[in-house]
């Protein structure tokens, strides 16, 4: 028996340390129909591989319990690699389907941008910027959000349910890209 307690005391303890994403920083404001969102997190693991979780959409709903289907799509005339996203969510009992379908323009290891395309999308404006640096022997993302929705939002309770669920919903996906990054580079490892 103590045994077995020892077992699970040091395996509990290797799992808290093999997922040290920590979110350092969000603020999220609405206005005028706008919602915004910065926030900064870092990784316990390399920029290739946290860059490559990120910029690779396949391996958004492997993160995101919102998002229901995502890939990489091809790119468009103008060369630019495109990505498609369907997140579902709800607002008390309004729930809906989310479509973004968009453009994505990336310095490898520095900085992702995704623009959705208002004619092939649920939003007026979906804008996505991640910021990539080294620190602290892991990897620092700056994440900025803008987006305006081309739906009906409850004007009394839907800012503040929307807010909340952008702020609340990081930490668990967080922890989640941290892993697969980790696992990319495991996969990696001869």
Request: with cysteine; hydrophobic share 40%.
């Amino acid at each position: 028996m103590r045994t077995a307690v020892r077992f699970l005391l040091i395996f509990v303890a290797g799992t808290q340390l093999a997922t040290a994403a920590e979110m350092r920083s969000i603020e999220v404001l609405y206005e005028d129909g706008r919602y915004s969102m910065v926030s900064v997190a870092w990784f316990d693991a390399g920029i290739d591989e946290t860059f490559d979780v990120f910029s690779t959409w396949d391996y958004s709903t492997r993160f995101s319990s919102a998002i229901v289907e995502a890939r990489d799509i091809e790119p468009g005339p103008d060369g630019r690699p495109g990505y498609f996203v369907i997140n579902q969510g709800c607002v008390l009992f309004f729930c809906k389907a989310m479509v973004r379908r968009g453009y994505v323009e990336a310095q490898p290891n520095q900085d992702l941008r995704a623009v959705a395309d208002p004619s092939a999308s649920d939003f007026q404006h979906f804008e996505e910027s991640w910021a990539f640096s080294e620190e602290d022997g892991g990897t620092s993302v700056r994440y900025e959000l803008e987006m305006v929705p081309d739906f009906w939002v409850p004007p009394a309770i839907g800012p503040f349910v929307i807010k909340r669920k952008l702020r609340n919903d990081g930490g668990d996906a967080l922890n989640k890209i941290e892993a697969i990054a980790q696992s990319l580079v495991e996969a990696s490892e001869p």
